[in-house]
């Protein structure tokens, strides 16, 4: 069964330094998500991307985050100075077309900034 | 009032039990309900997607929505014990981010 994979699965950095969280989505999915859960809080989205750019963002998603489809396969998710209260979970998520909502999740990237 | 509210639980039964797991919304712009599992540290694993009012059956479990009340359910008969996960609720209103709850955590024991 096709499925989202992410890696790595657990990323420590010291704060200040950046991160790139990979992704690659199911292969006939056309969009793309970032979503991050901190510890004992709910799932919050981040960012959408369609034909190559971002459709829409949160508030978390400041300056400091970026997205890019680099190839035909990979969804990255870059934190230029990562920060203590960046420390997450951070979930991938596609979806195979217009109107069709159902998202499928990667197992996750476990965030920790020291 | 917050978009999406489910009862964080944590909800414990017995095993072969039925479950009731529910959320309110607010934002009547919202079209496409969604049920996920999620064990601990884990990725969010879709279970039902529904849109419209009334009933959708899948095995075991059964998600219901309401939209005159804005209300979504999701019925897990014969509770088992690999049932023991967090059930997030997630709707969005056709462009696809997904709004969730809290999520309700759920045991099922033995």
């Known amino acids: 069964e096709p499925e989202v994979t992410q890696t790595p699965s657990h990323q420590v950095t010291q704060m200040g330094q950046e991160v790139i969280l990979r992704c690659v989505p199911i292969?006939?999915?056309?969009?793309f998500y970032w979503y991050r859960q901190i510890l004992g809080q709910k799932v919050e989205f981040l960012v959408s991307f369609y034909n190559n750019e971002i459709s829409e963002k949160s508030e978390i998603f400041d300056d400091q985050f970026s997205v890019e489809r680099p190839d035909g396969s990979n969804f990255t998710l870059k934190i230029r100075s990562t920060k203590l209260e960046d420390s997450a979970m951070y979930f991938c998520?596609?979806?195979?077309?217009?109107?069709?909502?159902?998202?499928?999740f990667g197992q996750g990237t476990r965030l920790t900034v020291v | 009032q917050k978009e999406v509210e489910q009862d964080p639980g944590p909800l414990s039964v017995p095993e072969g039990a039925i479950v009731s797991l529910n959320c309110t919304y607010s934002n009547s712009a919202f079209q496409y309900f969604m049920w996920y599992r999620q064990y601990s540290r884990k990725g969010p694993e879709l279970l039902m997607y529904?849109?419209?009012?009334g009933n959708k059956e899948d095995g075991r479990f059964t998600a219901q929505v309401d939209k005159s009340s804005k209300y979504i359910s999701l019925f897990i008969r014969d509770s088992q014990p690999s049932d023991s996960a967090t059930y997030l609720c997630?709707?969005?209103?056709?462009?696809?981010?997904?709004?969730f709850g809290t999520g309700t955590q759920l045991k099922v024991e033995l």
């Open positions: 292969s006939n999915h056309l969009y």
């Open positions: 529904t849109y419209s009012s």
């Open positions: 997630g709707i969005t209103g056709g462009g696809n981010k997904l709004t």
């Open positions: 998520a596609s979806v195979r077309a217009v109107g069709n909502t159902e998202a499928f």
